[in-house]
């Protein structure tokens, strides 16, 4: 930890109480007037990944458990979803937002985009998996 007075936490990990992300551990966020929901672009950086997220309902009362890493400063490598529609990726791969929250390979050039993460799973993963990422600075391609 830092001596400096003006550190607010040792990292970028935050509750979230107030919304139902339950089915998305593992898939990428934004924002809206602080709300989290489920990354909706390929071409618009995400802000965030869903760590883990429960729902609970005691006596007709449902409540939200949700961990949200920001991206670009979490402490290190964590899982994501790997798309549906994927290819298979191998270590060091560089991996792009899809418009359900998931990643999937780089297309490369040609191709609007928004590069974020690399794969640093030494098994590699294969479509739909969960696989383990680095995130990176976005880089918007086209």
């Not at 995400?46 to 949700?66: E, F, H, M, W």
């Not at 040609?110 to 590699?124: E, F, H, Q, S, Y």
């Amino acid at each position: 930890m830092s001596d400096s007075t003006l550190q607010a936490k040792g990292n970028a990990i935050y509750p979230e109480t107030a919304t139902d992300l339950s089915a998305a551990i593992g898939k990428l966020v934004t924002f809206t007037a602080g709300a989290p929901a489920v990354n909706a672009s390929a071409t618009v950086p995400a802000t965030g990944i869903v760590l883990d997220a429960r729902k609970r309902t005691v006596a007709s009362v449902t409540t939200y458990d949700n961990t949200i890493g920001i991206l670009g400063a979490l402490p290190g490598p964590v899982r994501a979803v790997l798309s549906a529609s994927s290819a298979a990726v191998n270590f060091g791969d560089k991996l792009q937002q899809a418009a359900d929250g998931t990643l999937t390979k780089d297309l490369g050039a040609g191709n609007a985009r928004v590069t974020v993460a690399i794969c640093t799973d030494l098994n590699g993963a294969i479509a739909g998996d969960l696989c383990e990422v680095s995130f990176i600075t976005p880089v918007i391609g086209s």
